[in-house]
């Protein structure tokens, strides 16, 4: 079965500094993952996804991730933080089922907060 | 821009009560899924639908818990009676295809609260 394992619980970074947001994951094949941001009391908003192709991937508000197959990992990262970053991070993997649309297990998140 | 409707946004009942939450998905979506976030964790799949038919529920509580999706749009998810261990935010979310892999549009979720 596949897993997701986010080791950082709760990040504080200062605007306008760096940040790089850990996910592992556990897949028998070729995984499909996926980074959600999540503000609180809202839903999930898709931020970027790896299906195949490039390992570096572009996504929304000037996120991007890179997959690293020998590694496990999928780690999202952002060069400038903005205050308005500061909410939940979600890593997610999914698993193409026979016959079905594909499940995402999701890891337990990474709160961020942003200091001015 | 579609989005995926879902209600109420908040619930506070009673133990031993019954609720319900409802879910309408982007229009043509064929897949649904019900997902429950327990406070500090990530969302877990509690029952996904293609169409009006259930695909995956293994994590559904069935003794309590149950779903439907009568005409393959819109659905409800129902909790009966509710327990105190019921308390969670409900996210519905939805997908294009019926196969493969795919990005899942979220709800804003119902926030559900049991005392």
């Known amino acids: 079965a596949q897993s997701v394992t986010q080791p950082d619980i709760h990040i504080t970074v200062s605007e306008g500094a760096s940040l790089e947001l850990r996910c592992n994951y556990s897949y028998g094949a070729t995984p499909y993952l996926f980074w959600y941001v999540q503000s609180p009391g809202q839903g999930l908003q898709l931020l970027l996804k790896?299906?195949?192709?490039?390992?570096l991937v572009q996504g929304i508000k000037g996120f991007e991730a890179e997959f690293k197959r020998s590694q496990s990992s999928f780690n999202l990262r952002k060069p400038s933080v903005h205050w308005s970053d500061a909410a939940e991070y979600f890593c997610a993997v999914g698993a193409s089922r026979t016959g079905t649309a594909s499940k995402l297990t999701f890891g337990t998140g990474t709160r961020l907060q942003v200091t001015l | 821009e579609a989005e995926v409707a879902q209600s109420p946004r908040y619930k506070i009942t009673e133990k031993s009560q019954a609720v319900a939450f409802w879910c309408d998905p982007i229009s043509g979506h064929a897949t649904l899924y019900w997902y429950r976030q327990i406070l500090g964790q990530g969302p877990e799949l509690l029952v996904q639908?293609?169409?009006?038919?259930?695909?995956?529920d293994s994590q559904l509580p069935k003794d309590r818990f149950s779903a439907e999706r009568l005409k393959g749009v819109d659905s409800t998810l129902k909790i009966q009676p509710a327990e105190l261990g019921d308390s969670a935010m409900y996210l519905c979310?939805?997908?294009?295809?019926?196969?493969?892999?795919?990005?899942?549009?979220f709800g804003p979720g119902t926030r559900l609260t049991v005392l």
């Open positions: 639908f293609q169409d009006e038919s259930v695909v995956d």
């Open positions: 979310a939805s997908s294009f295809a019926s196969g493969g892999v795919n990005e899942q549009f």
């Open positions: 790896y299906f195949s192709g490039d390992t």
